[in-house]
């Protein structure tokens, strides 16, 4: 099997499951009792905070809570600070290309009085500081944006909207203030991130994309920010998240993400690397192709390219058939026929969305597993538009 969809998910790698067994099978007292066992496995939820902590350039470790997912970082983020000042201020910022956890929160707020603006996004699915600035009026709360898309792998300017808030922020009484939100579930492990450079005021992260186990994830919460519990029932997480800690799950995340920053300057390289020459490729043998997402500003991993004509879920069935696993966008959504909301975002119209392919590169793919794609892809496009309608129909007009 060729894997390429490591933007879905990743294969936990032998040095975090060697961690986590201990905590599974030796160590596996609840963090919560006060005897000695269990204040080991507690002290090993406190060094896997510090690890975290200081992949992304934290003041402290106390300012990471664990979750149970990316997703849960995110509701718990955007959904505390609109309830806490639901009776003052009711207005959120985001873009049209978020990940659904983003976007269905926001929906949701909608429903109960919060008025969401959904900046529009460029052809390579990028908003700018000015279009954020531009859109904050005196009830904003909150700007919402992730540091690099999901689908298309866009990498957003992030450091330059955090900036456009301070400024603004400068301006405002305390409390008064806008919070700035990123999900970096894709690109914390990936590619630098420093919260106090981006001026960011809480941050969510994921486990699984970076090759620590599912089911555990965190959010930065900056110090002096104010965050309701979201799960009741509990004193963990310093009485703001119940539920007893995924203990296994905490000290594997801490280790993948300690290895990732450690790895992370050849990682880019190589996979830079290989994701320039896969895109070549592709786009030199298939004609009625185009690369989605910003040509340079993307993550290292990412190609997202359209092919006219067809539909990506041809594609994804035939490479299966081949051995090659990839998506045609988020894994969140793959059950839907509707297009990518992010293609669509960019301009693309239905017809065109509907052909995309998502190849994302891993730590262990070779140029040996691009090129089979290399090989077989040209093949798989040239049966699909035998077959297509919508192919037909444009040789008919030529």
């Not at 390429?4 to 499951?17: G, I, K, M, S, W």
């Not at 999900?183 to 106090?196: E, F, K, L, R």
């Not at 969510?204 to 965190?218: E, L, N, P, Q, T």
């Not at 290292?300 to 051995?323: A, T």
Request: with cysteine; aromatic share 6%; glycine share 8%.
């Amino acid at each position: 099997m060729i894997y390429l969809d490591n933007a879905a998910t990743t294969q936990v790698r032998q040095e975090v499951l060697d961690a986590m067994i201990e905590y599974m099978r030796e160590n596996y007292a609840n963090p919560s009792s006060i005897y000695q066992n269990a204040s080991c496995v507690k002290v090993a939820m406190d060094v896997a905070r510090e690890k975290i902590a200081r992949a992304i350039n934290a003041d402290h470790s106390n300012e990471i809570f664990f979750t149970g997912s990316g997703t849960e970082a995110i509701n718990w983020a955007i959904k505390s600070i609109a309830y806490e000042l639901f009776e003052n201020r009711k207005h959120i910022i985001t873009t049209a290309i978020e990940h659904h956890a983003v976007l269905h929160t926001c929906k949701y707020l909608e429903t109960v009085g919060y008025d969401v603006t959904y900046l529009p996004v460029d052809e390579y699915g990028m908003v700018t500081a000015q279009q954020v600035a531009n859109a904050i009026r005196p009830d904003t709360i909150m700007v919402a944006v992730m540091m690099a898309n999901n689908e298309v792998g866009t990498i957003m300017p992030v450091a330059e909207i955090g900036q456009a808030i301070k400024k603004i922020n400068e301006t405002r009484n305390r409390e008064d203030r806008i919070y700035f939100f990123i999900d970096a579930i894709q690109a914390v492990g990936h590619i630098p991130v420093d919260v106090n450079e981006l001026g960011v005021d809480l941050l969510a992260i994921s486990g699984h994309k970076i090759y620590a186990a599912k089911g555990v994830g965190a959010l930065y919460v900056r110090r002096g920010v104010k965050l309701m519990p979201f799960i009741h029932g509990g004193g963990q997480e310093r009485g703001r998240r119940g539920g007893t800690e995924n203990v296994a799950g905490i000290v594997g995340m801490g280790v993948a993400i300690e290895l990732a920053i450690k790895e992370m300057q050849a990682e880019n390289e190589k996979q830079t690397a290989l994701r320039d020459y896969l895109i070549t490729q592709i786009l030199e043998k298939i004609p009625y192709s185009k690369l989605n997402g910003h040509p340079t500003k993307r993550l290292p991993s990412n190609v997202n390219i359209i092919f006219d004509y067809i539909e990506g879920e041809g594609i994804l069935l035939m490479l299966d058939f081949n051995g090659i696993c990839a998506s045609s966008g988020s894994a969140c959504t793959s059950g839907s026929l509707d297009p990518s909301h992010v293609l669509l975002a960019m301009g693309l119209p239905h017809e065109r969305a509907h052909g995309s392919l998502r190849l994302s590169i891993g730590k262990d793919t070779t140029k040996e597993d691009l090129d089979k794609v290399i090989d077989v892809l040209p093949k798989i496009i040239e049966r699909l538009r035998q077959i297509s309608p919508l192919w037909e129909e444009k040789e008919g007009a030529i």
